[in-house]
T-cell receptor, first 115, second 115 residues
Framework: DVKVTQSSRYLVKRTGEKVFLECVQDMDHENMFWYRQDPGLGLRLIYF???????EKGDIPEGYSVSREKKERFSLILESASTNQTSMYLC??????????????FGPGTRLTVT | AQTVTQSQPEMSVQEAETVTLSCTYDTSESNYYLFWYKQPPSRQMILVIR??????QNATENRFSVNFQKAAKSFSLKISDSQLGDTAMYFCAFMRETSGSRLTFGEGTQLTVNP
């Protein structure tokens, strides 16, 4: 079974703190994604990566950065957390396009509260 | 840009009955993929069913089937013989063939199956 894990299920941080959310997948997938999930808005893509050290902006990258130093690990960084970044954060991975499966495998999510 | 709309924020159904969740999308692409994902309470998101736009035949997976109307840009999910375990948030998602597995999600529909 594909397994995508996230470092924390719940996280509480203060405004202005630097926050790291970690995601690890064990299926050697090339693609990895970070989404935020908000009620009534669905999932919105923050950043994605299709290879080590490669990253591309999604639909809402402002206030976030990412790091992918190893194939299995994709980190989301909030440089200076703000209250409007309180949300559920989901990580996902998928195999490369050449396999044409396109299924994304999701982690359990991290519910981040910024006070 | 692609958009995906789920106009039913909440739905409920009695156990063993059939329910249909609606999804519409907007795109100028001719080749693309459509998905329904399921997010059970406090559990990870999983893929329910996938449809390739070039296929005229509607996809089915056991009790789950879709009604894909390409001209109308409609992609509804039918769940037959509903079970209590079908209670979840359901997301419709769109992927362009050349997007590198990047998904655009709808707002979600919360489905409750009542005993």
């Amino acid at each position: 079974d594909v397994k995508v894990t996230q470092s924390s299920r719940y996280l509480v941080k203060r405004t202005g703190e630097k926050v790291f959310l970690e995601c690890v997948q064990d299926m050697d997938h090339e693609n990895m994604f970070w989404y935020r999930q908000d009620p009534g808005l669905g999932l919105r893509l923050i950043y994605f990566s299709y290879d080590v050290k490669m990253k591309e902006k999604g639909d809402i990258p402002e206030g976030y950065s990412v790091s992918r130093e190893k194939k299995e690990r994709f980190s989301l960084i909030l440089e200076s957390a703000s209250t409007n970044q309180t949300s559920m954060y989901l990580c996902a991975s998928s195999p490369s396009d050449k396999l044409r499966t396109y299924e994304q495998y999701f982690g359990p999510g991290t519910r981040l509260t910024v006070t | 840009a692609q958009t995906v709309t789920q106009s039913q924020p909440e739905m409920s159904v009695q156990e063993a009955e059939t329910v249909t969740l609606s999804c519409t999308y907007d795109t100028s692409e001719s080749n693309y993929y459509l998905f329904w994902y399921k997010q059970p309470p406090s559990r990870q998101m999983i893929l329910v069913i996938r449809q390739e736009a070039y296929k005229q035949q509607n996809a089915t997976e056991n009790r789950f089937s879709v009604n894909f109307q390409k001209a109308a840009k409609s992609f509804s999910l039918k769940i037959s013989d509903s079970q209590l375990g079908d209670t979840a948030m359901y997301f419709c998602a769109f992927m362009r063939e050349t997007s590198g597995s990047r998904l655009t999600f709808g707002e979600g529909t919360q489905l409750t199956v009542n005993p």
